[in-house]
Structure formats: structure tokens, C-alpha cells
């Protein structure tokens, strides 16, 4: 039996190995080697796989079973909390500022880490996807403070991959998330891939779906038209307290 992750071929479109020979333990580890290019991250995310990785490390590549997904129109925000945004007076908007939610979710502590796997290579290549239109951010403004939340991923087809939120004020991820949700719900988008459990994501709606079966949707979402460019006008500008009512776009 295999036990090791494969290796894979120096060129960027070298095809990865089927997600289905990802290893037990660790759980859902498929691939090392490679490299970040868009070609190959576009096509690893084409195939349901993902980089996470240390610095230090080999580029790992991940597709774990089951998979940690949200529908887009069933985000859940807590009755308290809605409550408390209802006199929000914080915005958002979508790619105003790529960079800066980027550096935000490799800076910010997180509880159980030691540092952050957003490598400085990492955000290069993410900022590569984002001027080819691929690569989206959502964020959330105060009057006062400026950006206090945001959330990045990819776009592909009707598919949407998030890597990573932050918050530096109580409540600015779920903000983001609810507002990219309602977002991709609009646009006929109806998953969004969150790719391994944790608590929070679950508090929000967050579900397990069988790697067979998100590797089903992702391969009929990706082949679709998708939303390939800027989000930003089309985004405009929204009020925080209107996801309080949980209406669509």
C-alpha cells in the first residue's frame, strides 16, 4: 500500500494524481513539489486540491475527505449578532484591496499556531491570480478604524475556493463571509469551498460533503461561465446591516 504523497513533474501543467489517492494520514496530503504558478494552481483547484504548507516545507498539496463547504444561501449569522449589525455602520466591498486582506490573514495570531502558512510566497502568488482576475477579496470597512475584516479565494467558473479571513474587530470575517455568500449566491454560484473543519466555520453554517461528491460539483461548477476580473463595481458598496435580514443581492 502507498504510503507516501507523490511528487510532482517540474512543469506547471503537469497533471496532479487523482484526488482519490490522497493519503489517510495526514489526512487528505496528495502532492509536494511543484510550484505556485497559475497554471498550476488553477488546475489544482480544477481538481478540488489545494497548497497548505509551512515555511520550511515542500509545497504540499491537500484534498481531504470529507470537505468543509458552505452553500452560498444558507450562511449562518447567529440572532445576537444580527441584531448587533443593525446598527452597524460598517461597508463592504469586494477587490478594493487585495493586498492588504492578504497581509492581514498572514499577520493576524491565530489560536493553536506558530507563525503563518501565507508565505511570503504564498501571497506573490495569489496577487499573480488576482491581476489575472482570478483571485477575489471581500472586505469590511469602519468609518473609523478602516479595514476591520475581509476574506480571499478563488473564482473559478461557478465555483468559489476561500483560503483564509481574518477580523480585527469582533464579527469582521463573518461579515465578509456573509457578504461573499450573498454575493455568489446572486450570481449563481451555490458553493463555497471553506476546506477543512474547525469550529468556527461550522457555527456558520459550514457542512461535510464527501470528497467524491465535491469533486462531482466542482468539475460541473468550473466548466461553467464564471466571474473572471474585478468583483468591484459589480460588488458596489454595501451596508453592513443589510445582511441582518439575510436577503439575497
Known amino acids: 500500500m502507498r504510503r507516501h504523497a507523490y511528487l510532482l513533474a517540474p512543469e506547471p501543467d503537469a497533471p496532479f494524481p487523482p484526488a482519490s489517492a490522497a493519503l489517510r494520514q495526514p489526512e487528505g496530503l496528495l502532492a509536494y513539489g511543484g510550484d505556485l504558478s497559475p497554471t498550476r494552481l488553477l488546475n489544482a483547484y480544477a481538481g478540488g486540491i489545494f497548497p497548505w504548507y509551512?515555511?520550511?516545507?515542500?509545497?504540499?498539496?491537500?484534498?481531504?475527505?470529507?470537505?468543509?463547504?458552505?452553500?452560498?444561501?444558507?450562511?449562518?449569522?447567529?440572532?445576537?449578532?444580527?441584531?448587533?449589525?443593525?446598527?452597524?455602520?460598517?461597508?463592504?466591498r469586494a477587490d478594493s484591496d487585495f493586498a492588504a486582506v492578504l497581509a492581514a490573514c498572514a499577520g493576524i495570531p491565530r489560536p493553536g499556531q506558530d507563525g503563518t502558512w501565507i508565505t511570503p510566497e504564498m501571497r506573490q502568488a495569489y496577487l499573480r491570480l488576482h491581476r489575472l482576475g482570478h483571485a477575489h477579496s471581500v472586505e469590511v470597512y469602519d468609518p473609523e478604524l478602516g479595514l476591520v475584516g475581509g476574506i480571499y479565494g478563488v473564482a473559478l467558473g461557478r465555483m468559489f475556493f476561500g483560503e483564509s479571513m481574518f477580523s480585527t474587530v469582533s464579527g469582521g470575517s463573518k461579515v465578509a463571509l456573509a457578504a461573499l455568500a450573498r454575493y455568489l449566491a446572486g450570481r449563481g454560484c451555490p458553493l463555497l469551498d471553506a476546506q477543512v473543519e474547525n469550529p468556527h466555520l461550522l457555527s456558520l453554517g459550514a457542512r461535510h460533503m464527501p470528497r467524491d461528491a465535491f469533486l462531482e460539483q466542482v468539475r460541473e461548477l468550473a466548466a461553467q461561465p464564471g466571474l473572471v476580473g474585478p468583483w468591484t463595481a459589480d460588488f458596489g458598496v454595501l451596508e453592513a446591516r443589510t445582511l441582518a435580514a439575510g436577503a439575497a443581492l
Open 54 to 92: 509551512s515555511a520550511g516545507q515542500p509545497i504540499l498539496w491537500w484534498s481531504p475527505d470529507p470537505r468543509m463547504v458552505f452553500d452560498t444561501d444558507r450562511v449562518h449569522l447567529a440572532t445576537r449578532f444580527r441584531r448587533q449589525l443593525r446598527r452597524s455602520r460598517w461597508q463592504v
